[in-house]
């Protein structure tokens, strides 16, 4: 039986009534949005394109997270750079032989539209991928080709909507074989995790419910290795972050044990306030693999709990996915348990009125 307190997490009304936006649904949809995103991708008009000498991803929080996991995946096998640009400016060396994607989910993220502005005048090729907004006028007004893809989610909870058009674009500008079996694999694996995590499934047979659980009253601290399982990583810290409304962190393998692996050494009263989670997979280079299990055996003793996800299916899409798509719903029931809305991002709304008054 659920804790007092935990019992939330096996009430779906209780969970609704917390969740007045929804959070919950969007989450649970991903299978399908995975599926129509890719029916979007493929009927969008990229005339004009050819293989680019660089790829460079413009966005900023949820639209550039689907950015940092194509680069991730593909940055050691694609013979041309892959650049996420989270600013203003560019990298001077974007020019006419680049191809810029500009990823804004509401089509108004200042930076973004700054940026594809400094792109123009360079003579890059520019993507607009975008719900509407000020990027698709501008994508319409020069002829860019558009992307445009359904309005009325969290940025954060469109990931099918801002990962795949990316990936099928790269297949389509001749940077990477077809897509479509890795796409499908990862579509099924989707559905049969939903299955296992989602809000219908009960405390005791929901592991995602059960760690959010150990999380709750914890410092989240997520370990990812560098690649695309860093990469999850990060998207979990971010996801504890604007849903749950909580502080997490986040480092890699093997980068950490040159400088955090130190930091274990204060005082356990202190490391008594981490939970850690560990994300894996079986083609992790085999030193990184020693690495993470010896510093697992020094670290454990000190912190709250460790727990260890291992990526699952075959294509890198689909074990990337499968380590990504649990952390959303952890950070979900994180929200419930804490008894916070997880739609809402009230500080950053605060921020961009700010930034308006200026």
């Not at 413009?58 to 940092?68: C, P, T, V, Y």
């Not at 032989?97 to 502005?117: D, I, Q, R």
């Not at 504890?240 to 274990?264: C, Q």
């Not at 912190?303 to 649990?326: D, H, I, K, N, Q």
Request: hydrophobic share 40%; charged share 25%.
């Amino acid at each position: 039986m659920a804790a007092h307190g935990e019992q939330i997490l096996n009430d779906r009304a209780a969970m609704a009534k917390i969740d007045p936006s929804g959070m919950t649904r969007m989450i649970e949809e991903l299978p399908q949005q995975w599926r129509e995103a890719e029916s979007i991708a493929r009927a969008a008009s990229l005339d004009g394109l050819e293989k680019p000498e660089n790829v460079v991803i413009l966005g900023m929080g949820g639209s550039a997270i689907g950015g940092d996991m194509v680069k991730s995946l593909l940055e050691t096998t694609v013979p041309v750079p892959i650049t996420v640009n989270r600013d203003y400016s560019l990298p001077a060396f974007v020019g006419k032989g680049s191809l810029v994607v500009a990823s804004s989910y509401s089509g108004n993220t200042e930076e973004t539209l700054t940026a594809a502005a400094e792109a123009q005048k360079r003579g890059a090729h520019i993507v607009a991928l975008t719900t509407g907004g000020q990027l698709a006028e501008q994508a319409k007004a020069n002829g860019w080709p558009l992307i445009q893809i359904p309005a009325g989610l969290s940025p954060r909870a469109a990931i099918g909507y801002s990962f795949v058009p990316l990936y099928v674009l790269m297949e389509r500008v001749g940077l990477i074989p077809p897509v479509a079996a890795e796409l499908a694999e990862t579509a099924e694996l989707l559905e049969k995790l939903k299955a296992r995590y989602g809000a219908d499934v009960p405390v005791e047979e929901n592991p995602a419910k059960q760690l959010a659980i150990s999380l709750k009253g914890r410092l989240p601290l997520i370990y990812g290795s560098y690649g695309w399982t860093g990469t999850a990583a990060y998207r979990w810290k971010c996801q504890i972050n604007e849903n749950s409304k909580a502080p997490a962190v986040y480092n890699v393998f093997p980068e950490l044990n040159h400088n955090e692996t130190v930091g274990w050494e204060v005082p356990e009263e202190v490391t008594r306030q981490i939970e850690l989670v560990i994300l894996r997979d079986r083609e992790d280079n085999p030193r990184t693999k020693a690495r993470i299990d010896i510093t697992r055996e020094i670290v454990e003793k000190r912190v709250s709990g460790v727990t260890e996800l291992w990526s699952e299916g075959e294509s890198p899409v689909a074990r990337l996915f499968s380590l990504v798509y649990p952390g959303d719903f952890v950070s979900l029931y994180l929200a419930l348990l804490y008894e916070v809305d997880p739609t809402p991002v009230k500080m950053i709304d605060l921020l961009k009125s700010r930034l308006a008054q200026l």
